[in-house]
């Protein structure tokens, strides 16, 4: 029996991927030990923590989709 994993997919919230504009694949480490993966330039914040420490780093720019 398959059973529905609830909608928790971040990268089909609105405002919560970033273009990475220095590489195309790496994985970020947050200071509460958190990571988040860039796969082919893009990364996607996890939690409103993320968010926010993504939004302040220069070499990631917040796409508009």
Do not use: H, I
Not at 29 to 53: H, I, L, N
């Amino acid at each position: 029996m398959s059973k529905n994993k609830p909608d928790s997919q971040d990268d089909a919230r609105p405002g919560r991927v970033f273009r990475d504009t220095l590489y195309t694949s790496r994985t970020l480490v947050f200071a509460d030990g958190s990571t988040a993966a860039v796969a082919k330039g893009r990364v996607t914040a996890s939690s409103d923590e993320q968010f926010a420490q993504l939004q302040a780093r220069p070499d990631l720019e917040l796409l508009q989709e």
